[in-house]
């Protein structure tokens, strides 16, 4: 901190990886349709966030020691957005530094773990200047997705739910909320390899894909499908169906490609290795016999999941099979996570 900050708080928060996608908003960064999602274990940001009290406010940011312009705009679009509820924001120079423990340049968002991780440290200083010590978990989540909607899914660990379905009463679009069902072994300890078929960035940021969504001809289908998926997914994350989950998981990936290369403008974010990829896992699946799955975010890298149990057989298959087709090779192993972390100085 190159100013003496009179209050400080450091968090590790996860990404997160999500298997019915959220696309799509409305108002304040609500989604248009459910998502569930589960935390990563590997892929985190860790944030500390010191207070300097100053009546004129106003914030630094750096990345790894750097300042970045791009972050700066976000967080400044972000703060505006949640004065009204910490007013810490208000009377204080805001001094945030983060590092993220995935490198640079993989193609892995890392917005949801960089906007939770903010906002748990936020929440957690405006706690400390109130004299309290009750983080309310579920305030966090809502000031996590103001910052990046699927930020509001890490804040916890294992698998999480954002948007309102009638049918789950404790769901909501403010906030998101731990599946509510027990989860089943196989997918207790699920592993998730990114292939990393590119890691330049993005030609259309999600931003403008969710935009695009407000117009979009399918836009009534997807929505439907997402709340269907939705239902489908917590049930065979219940009962333990690899199949189902699998069928869920390919099928809500490609349509949101599908819906990239159907907006206006068209885009498209899969490069030919991806598809030879997917190509590779459905050839294994079918002849092996072994539980492998695939799901993308919105990029051209494969997150193939399946469970630990499996690791050795896919691990060789991997090397042999897919590495070739990604970028110098570059394979980042993760698996599901217990979600964030306080992290008490000991200096
Ligand atoms: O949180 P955003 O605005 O970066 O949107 C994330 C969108 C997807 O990663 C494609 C899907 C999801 O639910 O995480």
Same mark, same amino acid.
């Given at each position: 901190m190159t100013n003496k900050p009179s209050l400080t708080s450091t968090w590790q928060s996860p990404s997160n990886l999500a298997i019915v996608k959220y696309w799509g908003k409305k108002a304040l960064q609500e989604p248009v349709n459910p998502s569930v999602s589960f935390s990563l274990s590997e892929a985190k940001t860790t944030t500390t966030v010191g207070l300097v009290p100053r009546q004129d406010g106003g914030f630094s940011f750096r990345l790894d020691e750097l300042p970045v312009p791009k972050f700066e705009k976000k967080i400044e679009t972000f703060f505006n957005a949640i004065r009204a509820r910490l007013p810490i924001i208000e009377n204080h120079f805001i001094e945030i530094e983060s590092t993220n423990t995935f490198p640079h340049s993989t193609g892995i968002a890392s917005s949801a773990s960089a906007m939770s991780a903010l906002a748990l440290c936020l929440a957690d200083l405006q706690q400390q200047v109130n004299g309290?010590?009750? @983080?309310d978990i579920t305030e966090v989540s809502s000031l996590a997705r103001i910052g990046s909607g699927s930020a509001s899914r890490s804040v916890y660990g294992n698998w999480n739910l954002w948007g309102r379905m009638?049918?789950? +009463?404790?769901?909501s679009d403010f906030h998101a909320i731990p599946a509510p069902v027990d989860i089943a072994p196989v997918f207790r300890d699920l592993h998730d390899d990114i292939l990393i078929v590119s890691s330049q960035s993005k030609p259309v940021s999600s931003s403008h894909g969710h935009k695009l969504?407000? @117009?979009? +001809?399918y836009r009534e289908g997807r929505i439907s499908q997402a709340r269907r998926n939705t239902l489908e997914l917590l049930k065979h994350l219940s009962s333990g169906n690899f199949e189902g989950f699998a069928k869920i998981a390919e099928s809500e990936a490609l349509s949101l490609h599908g819906l990239m290369m159907s907006s206006t403008p068209a885009f498209t974010l899969l490069r030919p290795n991806t598809l030879a990829i997917i190509e590779k896992i459905r050839e294994f699946r079918d002849n092996k016999d072994i539980p492998v799955t695939f799901t993308m975010d919105a990029g051209p890298n494969i997150h193939l999941l399946y469970p630990k149990e499996f690791l050795n057989e896919v691990s060789e298959w991997e090397e042999n099979s897919l590495k070739p087709f990604c970028e110098d090779g570059r394979i980042l192993r993760d698996h599901i996570g217990k979600g964030p972390e306080k992290i008490i100085s000991t200096k």
């Open positions: 309290k010590n009750d @983080l009638a049918e789950l +009463p404790e769901s969504m407000d @117009l979009h +001809p």
